[in-house]
């Protein structure tokens, strides 16, 4: 069966689909936004991981030469500075698989990005 056909209904499956490198890699990922964002839930939305609180919070996934890490515009606009290094667009972020992972700016964006979503339920209480 081809690839894309196979249809990832879980974080779990998604990750067991690659080598351990990749494996260790968005393990870290999932470890670290979890850290920071213990009341997210996890899904699968677009065809990857996603963690959700208040409307989708940021979503990662293994591409050819890198990973991609989708933190909303907001996320990618706030950390612009931090970012030059790397290819971005307007909500992504292109982390080589040739370069280490910056996990420590990651968890940051993350953390941004759980007090935008926790603004969200406030005004949304409004």
């Given at each position: 069966?081809?690839?894309?056909?196979?249809?990832?209904?879980?974080?779990?499956?998604?990750i067991?689909?690659?080598?351990?490198?990749?494996?260790?890699?968005?393990?870290?990922?999932?470890?670290?936004?979890?850290e920071?964002?213990?009341?997210?839930?996890?899904?699968?939305?677009?065809?990857?991981?996603?963690?959700?609180?208040?409307?989708?919070?940021v979503?990662?996934?293994?591409?050819?030469?890198?990973?991609?890490?989708?933190?909303?515009?907001?996320?990618?606009?706030?950390?612009?500075?931090?970012?030059?290094?790397?290819?971005?667009?307007?909500?992504?972020?292109?982390?080589?698989?040739?370069?280490?992972?910056?996990?420590?700016?990651?968890?940051?964006?993350?953390?941004?990005?759980?007090?935008?979503?926790?603004?969200?339920?406030?005004?949304?209480?409004?």
């Amino acid at each position: 069966m081809e690839e894309s056909a196979v249809k990832i209904e879980t974080i779990d499956a998604y990750i067991s689909r690659y080598d351990e490198d990749i494996r260790a890699i968005l393990q870290e990922f999932r470890r670290l936004i979890k850290e920071e964002a213990p009341d997210a839930t996890e899904k699968i939305s677009y065809q990857m991981p996603t963690f959700y609180l208040n409307g989708n919070l940021v979503h990662f996934a293994v591409q050819k030469n890198h990973i991609g890490f989708y933190p909303a515009p907001s996320g990618v606009a706030a950390f612009k500075e931090e970012l030059t290094d790397y290819k971005t667009s307007k909500g992504a972020i292109q982390f080589p698989l040739t370069k280490p992972i910056p996990y420590e700016l990651v968890r940051r964006i993350v953390r941004f990005r759980v007090e935008e979503a926790k603004g969200k339920k406030k005004q949304n209480k409004k």
